[in-house]
């Protein structure tokens, strides 16, 4: 009938427990109190079977509750049994029902809560006053928070320092840009980017983040020990902070005044709250906007660009300035010059796109890979620029084309600042969901 006791659906059919729809331990009574067999579902699909099934362990029919049927497992609950390691944790839940209801329990919660992003994001009167390691917790803030005029001081005090726009620029964003909007984990808050592992990732190049950080914490040790009362600045701001300063100064360098936002109140995540295996699959395998690839993938560098603007919920108007600022202030990975189409580096200017769509330039590929490009003067035939696929997209393809000749323009500097400054701030703000609520 393809109903009831004939319904097929993955093909591996029956039940695992006698009481199916009851919470209690069954599952392990069963898969540890009998020796099991291999045998074959009805349609076809390979399952396991207990041998010598005892009545009380048969389970009802899917139709007729009064009738009785065999129960089954598979091959992934065989390795509960036989995996010697899983055997213990079984055989360890199978004598503490208790402690495997609550472990089911939270696991449950992480499972249906794991996209959700941290705690302060839930909702309700059931929320668990519980911090779980999953949630990449950070300490509340327990201090009084830096004052305009803070800003204004701890600006200067960090261009004082000696660290460069590139410098500062390469590390708030390497901070920032773990953001996923896919499960709202990564950013700025927490400045886990001085943990591990995210301190020894090669794409935020260890020795100069270490140099960076370690002026920046100087700058705020300063800071704190000279405050009589509860104000304290954290590092998670000043790393943001750093940026933005940056920003301002290249900004101002190139004739525009301008003021990059800034919320202060992110704290420092300590390495007790932080999981460092699971942050570890966030490590960028590549990331467009500083330039940066580990190594040679089979999805074009471009499509890898699009997925990392994709994580961080950007339009292709912001990643499009994003990617022509962050181009002429340095901050490509290791100093590369690739797409570095300025002669004024560290300088908020549009170069980037009006040497990129330049009709006096000829591109030609260069190298084995087909991935690095030459742009030559038509005239001289003399190379100008260098530059990757994602530099190059913003001049081939059409859409990245047509938002590049706007911020080309003449009359476009000021526009590309002020679209520059509001991209970078939303992405420097991409975890702040305290500004959001």
Do not use: C
Not at 148 to 158: H, P, S
Not at 224 to 235: C, F, I, P, W, Y
């Amino acid at each position: 009938s393809g109903k009831g006791r004939d319904t097929i659906t993955s093909g591996i059919e029956g039940a695992w427990t006698p009481n199916p729809t009851q919470w209690n331990m069954d599952y392990f009574d069963v898969l540890l109190g009998y020796d099991w067999e291999l045998t074959k579902s009805p349609a076809g699909a390979y399952q396991w079977a207990p041998k010598n099934l005892a009545e009380k362990d048969h389970a009802p029919d899917a139709e007729d509750p009064s009738k009785k049927v065999g129960i089954m497992m598979t091959t992934a609950d065989m390795a509960m049994r036989e995996d010697p390691e899983y055997r213990k944790i079984s055989e360890h839940f199978h004598k503490n029902p208790d402690e495997f209801a609550d472990a089911y329990a939270r696991a449950w919660f992480k499972l249906t809560h794991r996209d959700m992003g941290p705690k302060a994001r839930y909702l309700g009167p059931e929320v668990p006053a519980e911090d779980l390691i999953w949630q990449d917790p950070v300490p509340p803030v327990d201090h009084d928070l830096v004052s305009d005029a803070d800003i204004a001081e701890l600006k200067g005090q960090i261009l004082d320092t000696g660290l460069s726009v590139s410098d500062l620029v390469f590390v708030a964003w390497a901070s920032a840009a773990t953001f996923r909007n896919s499960d709202k984990r990564g950013g700025a808050n927490g400045a886990r980017i001085r943990l591990a592992p995210q301190k020894d990732w090669e794409a935020n190049e260890p020795e100069r983040l270490s140099r960076v950080l370690s002026a920046l914490e100087g700058v705020r040790k300063a800071f704190n020990d000279a405050q009589t009362g509860n104000k304290k600045v954290s590092l998670a701001d000043l790393i943001v902070l750093g940026g933005n300063a940056a920003v301002e100064k290249a900004a101002k360098d190139a004739g525009h005044d301008i003021t990059v936002p800034f919320h202060p109140g992110r704290t420092d995540a300590t390495e007790e709250q932080t999981d460092a295996d699971s942050f570890e699959p966030m490590k960028p395998e590549a990331d467009g906007f500083r330039n940066y690839r580990r190594t040679q993938f089979t999805v074009s560098d471009e499509d890898l660009l699009l997925d990392r603007a994709h994580l961080l919920a950007l339009t292709a108007p912001e990643m499009t300035v994003l990617v022509g600022g962050l181009r002429v202030l340095g901050a490509n990975h290791g100093g590369r010059q690739h797409g570095a189409f300025t002669d004024q580096p560290g300088t908020l200017t549009n170069d980037f796109f009006v040497n990129l769509v330049d009709m006096g330039t000829e591109w030609q590929s260069v190298g084995a890979d087909g991935d690095v490009f030459e742009g030559r003067d038509r005239a001289s035939g003399e190379v100008k620029w260098t530059g990757t696929r994602v530099d190059l997209v913003f001049g081939a393809n059409s859409q990245l084309r047509a938002l590049s000749e706007v911020y080309a323009q003449d009359d476009a500097k000021e526009k590309f600042v002020k679209d520059f400054v509001a991209a970078w701030n939303k992405v420097m703000n991409a975890d702040r969901f305290d500004l959001k609520a």
